[in-house]
């Protein structure tokens, strides 16, 4: 039977690839329009349900040094995905439209940035303190940046290609670490947690 961190960790990877998808197709939504839009939201519903075990996994590590803490802040994260995912395939199948979810889309994205950076702060002390911590802050910050920019002036605003950029090399960087990290058993749940 596979473990539940190996499991985060396949997670990790369909994340990370969704994160690509996302990235390339929210850039050819942007150059050419159309379908890839509708794509760019595909993707991002994949991303958010993925990152559930991944949130699962890190509160459960964390859970080693902070305890209720660290499920409050997974608790955070995984409402904020599950509420973003459902919105984003309710844009999918043409039940809502654009302008009808963008504020709780974007303000669904800043509460995970806000996971991501309480998720890397708490991580200090665990198995997963390093690179991989401020990795994970910084996706934080970059999903933050773009939710303001796009508020503030659509995807031309500077922070939103700037909190793109960011967020794209640090969450890809993160998930590939972590991925690896859990699938061959170089980051450990600590046993009482597994």
Do not use: C
């Amino acid at each position: 039977m596979t473990s539940p961190a190996v499991l985060a960790g396949w997670s990790a990877f369909v994340a990370l690839g969704a994160t690509v998808v996302g990235a390339v197709t929210l850039i050819l939504f942007f150059s050419r329009g159309g379908a890839w839009g509708r794509l760019n939201d595909a993707a991002s519903v994949v991303l958010l349900l993925a990152m559930i075990p991944v949130a699962l996994v890190i509160g459960t590590i964390e859970s080693e040094t902070v305890t209720t803490v660290a499920v409050a802040v997974a608790a955070l994260g995984i409402v904020a995905m599950v509420v973003v995912a459902v919105l984003q395939a309710l844009l999918v199948v043409g039940r809502v439209t654009y302008e009808q979810t963008k504020a709780a889309v974007l303000g669904g994205g800043a509460v995970i940035g806000a996971w991501y950076i309480l998720a890397g702060w708490l991580t200090g002390g665990t198995v997963l303190d390093g690179p991989l911590r401020w990795l994970a802050i910084a996706a934080g910050i970059g999903y933050i940046a773009i939710g303001y920019g796009f508020l503030a002036g659509n995807e031309r605003h500077p922070l939103s290609a700037i909190g793109g950029v960011v967020l794209l090399a640090a969450s890809v960087v993160f998930l590939g670490g972590l991925g690896v990290g859990l699938v061959t058993g170089q980051i450990m749940v600590p046993a009482w947690n597994a």
